[in-house]
């Protein structure tokens, strides 16, 4: 096995690891809120913004109203729009200030982030708490071999495609369904 065969294992491990430290309860209350909101926001800066990007593409194929916070081409939050916020550390600025804007409009603000008592983490209505450590890992005794945020990411990464099988599930949704709303000009 060469040594990078055998970070890729060792992150697997990490996965691994991640995945029994997860809420079942916290993912199922985020299913159903998927289930019952209007519009969907996403947002995240940096790789984090990067997953939820790719969360918002799934459920734009499986026909929710999803936007990604800061695209060119987004809709506006409403009264009872749900907010996703993706942050490690729960405290980058510009979500803290994302996460204001959108209480203040009546929104319902979810953050999926490793610190529950960050500042978004307090700011939100709900909580989803990921294992592993934030980028800055100095204070942090969360063991990985992994620079900065990259378990997070890609904690955030597979625990977004697992809540979309939980949501398809529940739905009766197959991939047949959902590449009807494939991009078809690419
Ligand atoms: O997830 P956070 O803590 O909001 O940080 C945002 C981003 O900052 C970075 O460290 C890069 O600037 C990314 O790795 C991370 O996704």
């Known amino acids: 096995m060469t040594q990078t065969t055998h970070y890729f294992k060792s992150i697997l491990d990490e996965l691994s690891r991640a995945a029994d430290l997860l809420s079942e309860e916290q993912a199922e209350q ?21 997953m939820g990007k790719s969360f918002v593409m799934r459920m734009m194929h499986m026909g929710l109203d999803a936007y990604v916070v800061g695209e060119t081409v987004t809709a506006n ?21 994302m996460a204001e804007k959108a209480k203040s ?39 990985t071999i992994q620079p900065m945020g990259s378990l997070f990411e890609q904690t955030l990464l597979l625990f977004f495609d697992a809540v979309i099988l939980r949501f ?19």
């Open 30 to 50: 985020l299913v159903k809120q998927l289930i019952a909101t209007n519009k969907i926001f996403v947002a995240g800066a940096g790789r984090s913004g990067l």
């Open 77 to 97: 939050l409403e009264q009872d729009d749900v907010l996703i916020i993706a942050s490690g550390s729960g405290e980058t600025k510009s979500l803290v200030s």
């Open 105 to 143: 409009l009546g929104g319902t603000v979810i953050a999926v982030t490793i610190n529950a008592d960050s500042t978004i983490g307090k700011l939100a209505d709900k909580v989803i708490k990921m294992p592993g450590s934030p980028k800055d890992q100095s204070e942090d005794a969360y063991e």
């Open 168 to 186: 398809m599930e529940k739905k009766g949704l197959d991939s047949d369904t959902m590449y009807g709303k494939h991009a078809n000009l690419e």
